[in-house]
């Protein structure tokens, strides 16, 4: 009950946040990207994880998949995204998107000069591989 207590406050303050980000020193999350997803894991157990990568200039990624959607946010430089079937998505420092699940993809820092930093957050079931390596 305590817990239904706390939640029930917690989507309260939230819901008031509007009103109360004109008040000088408190502090509202600010919504970077909402995006409704397939193909999230749908077992009793769930695997959290957080990663980061620096890509130098000119470094690529592997050609691969996911086996689910995997969000990721952009702290430096310029990030490009190639799918298979899909037009090409660029983005830049502050910018996040999904990458989404099954699809064949390759990634790129095609700056000349700065790296580029990400930080990678995606749900999967237990113990499943971050990426699967396509030849």
Known sequence: MRYLLTAAAISLSLA??????????????????????????????????????????GDKTVFHSHRF?????????????????RPAVTIKAGEAMVEPPNVRMTGYNRGASEPMRVVIFYVSDPDAPFLDPIN
């Open 16 to 57: 008031a946040a509007p009103a109360l980000a004109q008040d000088a020193g408190v502090a509202r999350p600010e919504l970077l990207l909402r995006e409704l997803v397939t193909g999230m894991p749908t077992g009793d157990r769930q695997e959290v994880k957080v990663l980061t990568a620096t890509l130098r200039p």
């Open 69 to 85: 959607p995997v969000t990721v946010y952009i702290l430096e430089g310029t990030f490009t995204l190639e799918m298979e079937g």
